[in-house]
């Protein structure tokens, strides 16, 4: 059977890697969360950048994440791209982690966000990317 085109969903639109970022998707890629740490002042920072927010180094080194805690979260009921609309509500979650750092990522579906809730990422393949989210551990 075939879907009219009006009642097709609409392909989800990836990201677009740089020159910067693009250690970060290869990594999400293999299931590692990769940071960049800052080889001066020994900071993490999210999302990949040329240099250092916090001293201006260029200097970097990447590290893993494999663990983190809620900071803060919100729940979305109304879909920023047409091709999530059958995914509402979704909760995305600001997670400080563990070594530093501060992303932002979808929370399983089914789990209750919560301040300071434990949780480690997992890896959701989509047409040629890879998706970092969020469980409680
Ligand atoms: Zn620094």
Redesign the pocket.
């Known amino acids: 059977m075939t879907t009219a085109p009006s009642e097709q969903t609409p392909a989800v639109v990836g990201p677009t890697p740089d020159i910067d970022s693009q250690f970060y998707w290869d990594g999400l890629a293999r299931s590692q969360l990769l940071l960049q740490e ?6 993490r920072r999210f999302p990949p950048m040329p240099s ?6 260029t200097d970097f080194e990447i590290r893993e994440a494999t663990k983190g805690t809620i900071y803060s979260w919100v729940t979305v009921h109304r879909a920023f791209q047409p091709a999530f609309a059958g995914e509402v509500p979704y909760t995305l979650v600001t997670v400080d982690l563990d070594g530093g750092g501060r992303i932002v990522g979808r929370l399983e579906p089914g789990a209750a966000a919560a301040a300071g809730l434990h949780v480690s990422p997992h890896f959701v393949p989509h047409e040629g990317w890879t998706e970092a989210r969020f469980h409680p551990e």
């Not at 800052?38 to 900071?43: F, I, L, V």
């Not at 250092?52 to 180094?57: K, V």
Request: proline share 8%.
């Open positions: 800052c080889s001066s002042c020994q900071k250092c927010p916090y001293c201006g180094s």
